[in-house]
């Protein structure tokens, strides 16, 4: 063969595979236009006539409007709930058991009772709120109650008076919202963290008779009664009918929820009722995984309940021990925030609620195997954080899990709630005085509590993963997960479970 046909052969060999390479790319080329073209599909009217890159503009401006006009009152008032709910564990410091002649296990439970109210009402409440539509009247409303009954705790003389005061204050609280995230959620710790440098304040203030615990409830409940009009103007009710949007910055957030979940955030999709949420939700075994999960985690949180008084066990006076037990809440809130967004940036679910439950089950072991201050100090450091970033990221996979349709969603997180907290009501009795200052016991049982979590965690992510295989092959039974009249082409095409 001549080295002129060899040539030849070499340049057409040359060429075939530069046309490859440009077939290639204009096949790379075409597959990203089509992937953009689908990301950006089926977008409302007024959204149609902006470019992608437009429209992300618009969407990071929206998201920034509703975070600085949302984000601060919702903290402000998960703050306010948390300090009426759990300054009765800060007045047992100040004096309220010896004062109101509290013996055996009453104090615990005026704990407990509280999730009684709660637990009953969750429910029915949820399903009212579902059914109502006005979440900034409903809260609103639900602030008033709460701030009352809490400023009237400061005036009860007994035991009974006390625990009526408790039971009521759980059915007012039943009515706070379902779901979480971190952002949020950080008022609660905020709270816990203030509460105790709060209450160190107040406590030296004299009057009452010497019983200045009273002002606790005095002054925060008074406190929440007089920011609930701030509250109503501030909240929204539905990014259709917010006024402070334009019509293309709520047309972004519903297409946005819209694509997130699967499907449109209504109802009227099948037009399901309140009683089928309610079935569709019970049959989900999902729901009853995530209840398992949660409810162990919520078991173990009771030390929250106690902390002063675990905190107590270092010896110090009153003033100190209150002011020590700031620094785990405010650690916890920057961790927290932190995992939680690790958490949303991988995508991942299961493993962002082992590793911190692992670190809690350290923390309770240490508590348990030494009464070295510093070393029991460390724990209560660590126990609180790890305790939270894995209920922050437990709370975000429930809404991620069970989130359409609005009836089903409502009710189950109603339900997981409303279960989880049960846990509230008998584990109270796990810290009687005299098992301190160990609470040998207790930290036994939340070491046990933690591995249960951790097994349901992983139970909820293999299930999830047979789910996300359906979706994948089309087998997924679309009308058993959210409901009749749902196939797969209501059912945005990227739509998976995050586990």
Not at 31 to 36: F, H, L, T
């Given at each position: 063969?001549?080295?002129?046909?060899?040539?030849?052969?070499?340049?057409?060999?040359?060429?075939?595979?530069?046309?490859?390479?440009?077939?290639?790319?204009?096949?790379?080329?075409?597959?990203?236009?089509s992937n953009a073209e689908d990301e950006y599909a089926n977008l409302p009217e007024s959204l149609q006539g902006l470019t992608p890159e437009e429209l992300?503009?618009?969407?990071?401006?929206?998201?920034?409007?509703?975070?600085?006009?949302?984000?601060?009152?919702?903290?402000?008032?998960?703050?306010?709930?948390?300090?009426?709910?759990?300054?009765?564990?800060?007045?047992?410091?100040?004096?309220?058991?010896?004062?109101?002649?509290?013996?055996?296990?009453?104090?615990?439970?005026?704990?407990?009772?509280?999730?009684?109210?709660?637990?009953?009402?969750?429910?029915?409440?949820?399903?009212?709120?579902?059914?109502?539509?006005?979440?900034?009247?409903?809260?609103?409303?639900?602030?008033?109650?709460?701030?009352?009954?809490?400023?009237?705790?400061?005036?009860?003389?007994?035991?009974?008076?006390?625990?009526?005061?408790?039971?009521?204050?759980?059915?007012?609280?039943?009515?706070?919202?379902?779901?979480?995230?971190?952002?949020?959620?950080?008022?609660?710790?905020?709270?816990?963290?203030?509460?105790?440098?709060?209450?160190?304040?107040?406590?030296?203030?004299?009057?009452?008779?010497?019983?200045?615990?009273?002002w606790l409830f005095i002054i925060e409940g008074g406190l929440t009664v007089a920011s609930v009009p701030f509250a109503y103007f501030v909240l929204p009710?539905?990014?259709?009918?917010?006024?402070?949007?334009?019509?293309?910055?709520?047309?972004?957030?519903?297409?946005?929820?819209?694509?997130?979940?699967?499907?449109?955030?209504?109802?009227?999709?099948?037009?399901?009722?309140?009683?089928?949420?309610?079935?569709?939700?019970?049959?989900?075994?999902?729901?009853?995984?995530?209840?398992?999960?949660?409810?162990?985690?919520?078991?173990?949180?009771?030390?929250?309940?106690?902390?002063?008084?675990?905190?107590?066990?270092?010896?110090?006076?009153?003033?100190?021990?209150?002011?020590?037990?700031?620094?785990?809440?405010?650690?916890?809130?920057?961790?927290?925030?932190?995992?939680?967004?690790?958490?949303?940036?991988?995508?991942?679910?299961?493993?962002?609620?082992?590793?911190?439950?692992?670190?809690?089950?350290?923390?309770?072991?240490?508590?348990?195997?030494?009464?070295?201050?510093?070393?029991?100090?460390?724990?209560?450091?660590?126990?609180?954080?790890?305790?939270?970033?894995?209920?922050?990221?437990?709370?975000?996979?429930?809404?991620?899990?069970?989130?359409?349709?609005?009836?089903?969603?409502?009710?189950?997180?109603?339900?997981?709630?409303?279960?989880?907290?049960?846990?509230?009501?008998?584990?109270?009795?796990?810290?009687?005085?005299?098992?301190?200052?160990?609470?040998?016991?207790?930290?036994?049982?939340?070491?046990?509590?933690?591995?249960?979590?951790?097994?349901?965690?992983?139970?909820?992510?293999?299930?999830?993963?047979?789910?996300?295989?359906?979706?994948?092959?089309?087998?997924?039974?679309?009308?058993?997960?959210?409901?009749?009249?749902?196939?797969?082409?209501?059912?945005?095409?990227?739509?998976?479970?995050?586990?």
């Amino acid at each position: 063969m001549s080295k002129d046909t060899i040539s030849q052969l070499e340049k057409a060999e040359i060429s075939h595979i530069d046309n490859e390479d440009k077939s290639l790319h204009d096949l790379k080329q075409s597959d990203s236009e089509s992937n953009a073209e689908d990301e950006y599909a089926n977008l409302p009217e007024s959204l149609q006539g902006l470019t992608p890159e437009e429209l992300q503009k618009l969407d990071k401006k929206v998201t920034r409007k509703i975070d600085l006009r949302l984000m601060p009152m919702l903290i402000y008032i998960y703050i306010l709930n948390y300090l009426d709910r759990n300054n009765i564990a800060s007045a047992r410091l100040g004096g309220l058991e010896e004062d109101l002649g509290l013996t055996g296990s009453q104090y615990q439970t005026c704990i407990s009772i509280l999730f009684v109210g709660y637990i009953l009402f969750q429910v029915p409440s949820n399903m009212l709120l579902n059914k109502f539509g006005r979440p900034s009247i409903y809260i609103s409303v639900a602030m008033t109650i709460w701030g009352a009954l809490s400023t009237i705790t400061g005036a009860v003389q007994n035991f009974g008076g006390l625990l009526t005061i408790r039971i009521l204050l759980g059915v007012a609280e039943s009515k706070s919202l379902a779901s979480r995230n971190s952002i949020l959620y950080a008022g609660s710790l905020v709270s816990s963290a203030f509460s105790g440098l709060i209450a160190a304040g107040i406590l030296k203030v004299p009057g009452l008779g010497g019983q200045s615990w009273r002002w606790l409830f005095i002054i925060e409940g008074g406190l929440t009664v007089a920011s609930v009009p701030f509250a109503y103007f501030v909240l929204p009710d539905n990014p259709s009918n917010t006024k402070f949007l334009s019509q293309q910055e709520k047309d972004i957030i519903m297409w946005k929820m819209s694509k997130d979940v699967g499907v449109k955030d209504s109802d009227q999709v099948n037009e399901e009722s309140d009683w089928q949420g309610f079935l569709n939700a019970v049959k989900d075994i999902k729901v009853w995984i995530l209840c398992g999960m949660h409810s162990w985690l919520v078991a173990a949180c009771g030390v929250t309940n106690f902390f002063p008084t675990v905190v107590e066990t270092l010896n110090f006076n009153r003033t100190i021990t209150l002011v020590l037990t700031a620094p785990p809440y405010l650690l916890a809130v920057v961790i927290t925030f932190l995992w939680a967004k690790h958490a949303d940036r991988s995508g991942e679910r299961m493993l962002h609620v082992i590793i911190p439950l692992v670190l809690a089950l350290v923390s309770f072991i240490i508590a348990a195997c030494t009464l070295n201050i510093g070393a029991r100090y460390f724990s209560m450091c660590l126990m609180i954080p790890s305790l939270y970033s894995a209920f922050v990221v437990i709370l975000t996979w429930i809404s991620n899990t069970i989130s359409r349709p609005p009836a089903k969603r409502a009710i189950s997180l109603a339900i997981v709630n409303c279960l989880s907290n049960s846990a509230s009501i008998w584990n109270a009795y796990l810290y009687p005085s005299s098992d301190g200052p160990r609470y040998m016991i207790a930290f036994i049982c939340n070491c046990a509590f933690i591995a249960l979590s951790i097994a349901f965690a992983i139970g909820l992510n293999l299930r999830l993963r047979v789910l996300n295989k359906k979706i994948d092959n089309g087998t997924m039974n679309w009308e058993k997960e959210f409901g009749k009249g749902f196939d797969a082409s209501k059912i945005n095409a990227d739509f998976k479970f995050l586990h």
